[in-house]
């Protein structure tokens, strides 16, 4: 199975129902573009890094597994999205975790 080689992560504030507005990059109070490493984290799925954020997400549902930002875990408040980019560079769909 092919794994994507790039998603766009989205640090939000809190757990927004409305995904729409929160996934828009001006909704995100920090964004990075993350590339495959070829790794495999400590939760048993691809590694991703960029920017200052390191994260392990399931391909298959586009699930961050774990993540660190700026080497610390995600403080409290804080939801993840992730869009998947294309070849193009440009995000394709959003999902959020």
Same mark, same amino acid.
């Given at each position: 199975?092919?794994? =994507?080689?790039?998603?766009?992560?989205?640090?939000? @504030? !809190?757990?927004?129902?409305? *995904? *729409?507005?929160?996934? %828009? =990059?001006?909704?995100?109070? +920090?964004?990075? #573009?993350? &590339?495959?490493?070829?790794?495999? !984290?400590?939760?048993?799925? @691809?590694?991703?890094?960029? %920017?200052?954020? #390191? &994260?392990?997400?399931? =391909?298959?549902? +586009?699930?961050?597994?774990?993540?660190?930002?700026?080497?610390?875990?995600?403080?409290? !408040?804080?939801? #993840?999205?992730?869009?998947?980019?294309?070849?193009?560079?440009?995000?394709?769909?959003?999902?959020?975790?």
């Amino acid at each position: 199975m092919s794994h =994507p080689q790039s998603y766009e992560i989205l640090l939000v @504030p !809190g757990f927004a129902e409305d *995904t *729409t507005d929160a996934a %828009e =990059p001006g909704g995100a109070i +920090r964004s990075a #573009v993350v &590339a495959a490493t070829g790794e495999t !984290g400590a939760s048993g799925y @691809p590694r991703y890094s960029g %920017e200052g954020i #390191v &994260a392990d997400i399931d =391909p298959a549902t +586009r699930t961050v597994e774990a993540l660190l930002v700026d080497g610390a875990e995600l403080d409290y !408040g804080l939801s #993840v999205r992730i869009k998947e980019k294309n070849a193009a560079g440009k995000a394709d769909s959003n999902n959020d975790h």
